[in-house]
């Protein structure tokens, strides 16, 4: 007879389906329950979900092919020396996955992502796409009117392709959702701090990826459910190192390099994956004028990422640094995708960060799909024994 799987593993096995399937079988799911629903991929390392929810549509993140897919006519498009993400979302695309997407959103993230949504207009005439900027002047009467204005464009053609305008009232109950959605992740990211071998990452980044493709009112649900079933669901405790990700904002690591890192004696206590579930810093008022709050939220309340223009140099490594020392860590893993110029042209400027505060790190770069998952394991093993070493020593 078999064994009833525990909630903790029903969650996690909902998760892992959710994951793998590259054919987005619950967005046509949830497309199908009701006549008329739309949905809108976005790359996630930032864009205005509430818009798209306010329209009644479900935002859905794309993250490339990861490890299953084969990119056979997506290596057409980009030469071999770009990073995978575009030609696997390519991939994504000319196979006929995303065809149940009404729209796509390509968030400011470099220039290759700019010339993915260009490239989008051609190959796909009959869809909704727009490159979403954002300011780089943070004051509020420069790079806030600018950035109100982009939202106004977003939200006036998403009221076209709905048939009615999208109202502020709207707009404010999405932006209570995702209050309550970015709240909901927080206390996940403060419980795995401080009972990281509870929550391992290898599950809570399943939780993140089970966001990009559920209602946020659904996933809040889910991520509150994990947090009560694990915490009363006894795991070993190991004398592992606490570590820091960074670097892994845009192309997201194989599941197989998390599960490595962690088996090889680390705990991560924090990272960058899927920014835009935490971009937003504290909870956005929803009574005011919503696209205004949304504004200030963003120059004033955000994340910290090479993604992102860093208007104040001299703070560079600070939100990092803040990272290592609130979650506890001992040390920084810088983890990038191959030919990822944000985050290989600040990771030195970071790692003199670190070593100013004394901060151990290692670093060593990957690919969605890469299958070399026995150095890293090795590199990162190496790292956490000297971590424990040097620190046993102080």
Known sequence: MLATLSPVQQIVDRCTELFEDLDFKSVKEWKAAAPGRKAIGYMPVYVPRELIHA???????????????????????????????????????????LD???????????????????????LFKDKYVRYIDVPQNYIDSIGGNFYIQEMEILREDLGKLRGAPITD??????????????????ELYAYRAQKPWQAPTSEVYLL?????????????????????ATDVEP??????????????????????????????????????????????????????????????????????TAAKYDATREEKGMFLLKQVKTRG?????????????????????????????????????????????????????????SIKLWSAKQ
């Not at 993140?208 to 009560?228: S, W």
């Not at 405790?237 to 490595?260: M, T, W």
């Open 235 to 304: 795991r070993p405790k190991r004398d592992n190192a606490r570590v820091v990700i960074n670097g892994s904002f845009c192309e997201q690591p194989p599941l197989a390099l998390i599960k490595s890192i962690e088996m090889s004696g680390c705990y991560i206590v924090d990272d960058d994956f899927m920014l835009v579930t935490r971009w937003l810093l504290d909870e956005v008022p929803a009574n005011a004028k919503p696209l205004e709050e949304l504004s200030k939220a963003f120059l004033h309340r955000s994340a910290t």
């Open 100 to 122: 149940c997407m009404d729209g796509m959103l390509f968030p400011s993230i470099c220039d290759v992502i700019r010339n993915l949504s260009g490239m989008w207009q051609i």
């Open 329 to 385: 860590a001992e040390g920084v893993v810088f983890a990038a995708p191959s030919f990822c110029d944000p985050a290989l042209l600040e990771r030195p400027m970071l790692q003199d960060v670190m070593a100013q505060h004394k901060i151990p790190y290692t670093a060593f770069k990957y690919a969605e799909n890469t299958g070399q998952m026995a150095p890293i394991r090795e590199q990162s093993g190496t790292f956490a024994d």
């Open 208 to 228: 993140l990826r089970a966001g990009m493709v559920l209602p946020p009112e659904e996933h809040t649900q889910l991520v509150r459910d994990y947090i009560k």
């Open 55 to 97: 329209a009644g549509m479900l935002p859905v993140g794309i993250l490339g092919g990861g490890d299953a897919l084969e990119v056979i006519q997506g290596d057409a498009y980009y030469q071999s020396y770009i990073c995978r993400i575009p030609r696997s979302t390519i991939e994504l695309g000319l196979t006929g996955r």
């Open 169 to 186: 009232a709207e707009l404010n109950a999405s932006i209570a959702v995702y209050n309550d959605n970015r709240a909901a992740i927080s």
